[in-house]
């Protein structure tokens, strides 16, 4: 496992090695400015159903087609995800601090995690945030998301932005 998952605190009970590499990976493709990270989120990431909220906008499927309840928001291909992800962030580290499971196959995860951002305007921010993974087939050895959901306070970040 590398830096994103490697001090994560797992449920007591067993949580699938691929599903933990999957959390693994994820995290590391999201703290990478390589512009193929779209592309690897759709196709080997996310499930073709899948959904993640990323900046306040709602991502859905490969192609932007498979919209889940409640449809009323608009929704834009995961494969875009990340076209603007580093406008105003030059750097991003994820850790993945602990995960609850819902169930016990860890089809249906809660997690608590820490972000470190440096700006392009030459400040950083850091901070705790909670989030939401669902995965496909949890117990297979290529399992995919289902959801990524997050909570977090946004003032620290935006105040960062303004310079104050």
């Known amino acids: 496992m590398g830096y994103n998952t490697e001090k994560t605190e797992w449920p007591t009970f067993e949580i699938n090695k691929a599903v933990k590499e999957l959390i693994d990976q994820f995290f590391w493709?999201?703290?990478?400015?390589?512009?193929?990270?779209?592309?690897?989120?759709?196709?080997?990431?996310?499930?073709?159903?899948?959904q993640a909220e990323f900046g306040g906008h709602l991502y859905s499927g490969p192609e932007g087609k498979f919209a889940l309840p409640p449809a009323s928001?608009?929704?834009?291909?995961?494969?875009?995800?990340?076209?603007?992800?580093?406008k105003v962030i030059?750097?991003?580290?994820?850790?993945?601090?602990?995960v609850f499971s819902a169930d016990l196959d860890g089809s249906d995860l809660l997690f608590i995690g820490n972000v470190a951002m440096g700006l392009r305007n030459g400040q950083s921010v850091a901070g705790e945030f909670?989030?939401?993974?669902?995965?496909?087939?949890?117990?297979?050895s290529q399992p995919k998301l289902l959801l990524y959901q997050i909570w977090a306070d946004s003032a620290p970040l935006v105040k960062a932005l303004q310079g104050n």
């Open 130 to 140: 909670t989030g939401r993974l669902r995965i496909e087939n949890p117990t297979s």
């Open 90 to 98: 030059s750097s991003r580290r994820h850790e993945v601090l602990k």
């Open 73 to 86: 928001f608009l929704t834009f291909q995961i494969r875009k995800s990340r076209d603007n992800a580093w």
């Open 29 to 50: 493709q999201l703290d990478q400015q390589d512009p193929k990270v779209g592309d690897i989120l759709a196709d080997d990431i996310f499930a073709k159903t899948g």
